[in-house]
């Protein structure tokens, strides 16, 4: 029986992370909050590449919780997460996508909640937009951050229409 809940976890947390499970880069972390025995409450920063859109990058802040619970990694973490995305290269599409397909997901808790970044694109301004979010399947959170990109100009390359990428 025990055998069978683990299998039924573990496929719900291959489930959240879905197929877009690249590790992010941590760039650094700042403690926020001392505590003697255990480990510090910090602040993490992140890097993530769009898979499907070369040439984009994302940075997120998170905190990360120390203490006995962040120790043994069973905390739920927060969903204060901040996030900002720029062009880093020249941009150029992988094939196509949908309003609000994800980007990164990652879990902030045991089983139930998970941080995503999902792409869209206003094809008026020619902008990609990023959002980045906290979920749990019974509670939502209002929780949220946006950055945008403008596709501009690389070198003597002329920028790509993010809205040619859409499917309809």
């Known amino acids: 029986m025990l055998a069978r809940i683990a299998l039924a976890l573990a496929l719900?947390?291959?489930?959240?992370?879905?197929a877009l499970a690249q590790e992010p880069d941590l760039i650094f972390k700042k403690s926020t909050v001392w505590r003697a025995l255990t480990p510090n409450d910090k602040l993490a920063v992140y890097g993530v590449d769009d898979p499907l859109v070369e040439g984009v990058a994302c940075h997120y802040t998170t905190p990360e919780k120390g203490g006995l619970s962040g120790t043994f990694g069973v905390a739920e973490e927060v969903s204060d997460i901040?996030?900002?995305?720029?062009?880093?290269?020249?941009?150029?599409?992988k094939g196509k996508f949908e309003q609000g397909d994800v980007v990164f997901s990652?879990?902030?808790?045991?089983?139930?909640?998970k941080?995503?970044?999902?792409?869209?694109?206003?094809?008026?301004?020619?902008?990609?937009?990023?959002?980045?979010?906290?979920?749990?399947?019974?509670?939502?959170?209002?929780?949220?951050?946006?950055?945008?990109?403008?596709?501009?100009p690389w070198g003597t390359e002329a920028p790509q229409k993010c809205g040619e990428w859409l499917t309809r």
Do not use: H, W
């Open 12 to 18: 719900v947390a291959g489930a959240a992370t879905g």
């Open 82 to 93: 901040s996030l900002s995305c720029r062009q880093v290269g020249p941009v150029r599409f």
């Open 106 to 113: 990652e879990r902030r808790s045991l089983i139930f909640k």
């Open 115 to 152: 941080m995503q970044i999902v792409r869209g694109c206003d094809a008026k301004r020619n902008t990609l937009v990023y959002m980045v979010y906290s979920d749990r399947p019974i509670e939502g959170s209002p929780k949220n951050s946006t950055s945008t990109v403008p596709l501009m």
